[in-house]
Nanobody, 118 residues
Framework: QLQLVESGGGLVQYGDSLRLSCVASGNPLDYYAIGWFRQAPGKERERISCIASTGERTDSLEGRFTISKDKEKNTVYLQMSNLRPEDTAEYYC??????????????WGQGMQVTVSS
């Protein structure tokens, strides 16, 4: 069992930076890969980035979004820069059992709104 709680979202302006946090509890992150997803209005949920349990990272948004992990705090972060209105979405962190960011998501956070004004 893994619980994931997001924080750090809110309303920002075009060009701002924001850091989202995902605090995991129930089990250490050593046994999970953690991804960040978002779902914008009228669009399907998409994965932004993911970090394997080993620390290997993949990013899907040309480097504007960077995932990182603090093992001691059992927390995964998403650092977002140069935000645009099209980044407005509900953001989720998600856990995969095992080392890699592959397969079906096993655990979801509750979701958190990020709104970027123009």
């Amino acid at each position: 069992q893994l619980q994931l709680v997001e924080s750090g979202g809110g309303l920002v302006q075009y060009g701002d930076s924001l850091r989202l946090s995902c605090v995991a509890s129930g089990n250490p992150l050593d046994y999970y890969a953690i991804g960040w997803f978002r779902q914008a209005p009228g669009k399907e949920r998409e994965r932004i980035s993911c970090i394997a349990s080993t620390g290997e990272r993949t990013d899907s948004l040309e480097g504007r979004f960077t995932i990182s992990k603090d093992k001691e705090k059992n927390t995964v972060y998403l650092q977002m820069s140069n935000l645009r209105p099209e980044d407005t979405a509900e953001y989720y962190c998600a856990g995969y059992v095992g080392y890699w960011c592959s397969g079906v998501v096993d655990y979801w956070g509750q979701g958190m709104q990020v709104t970027v004004s123009s």
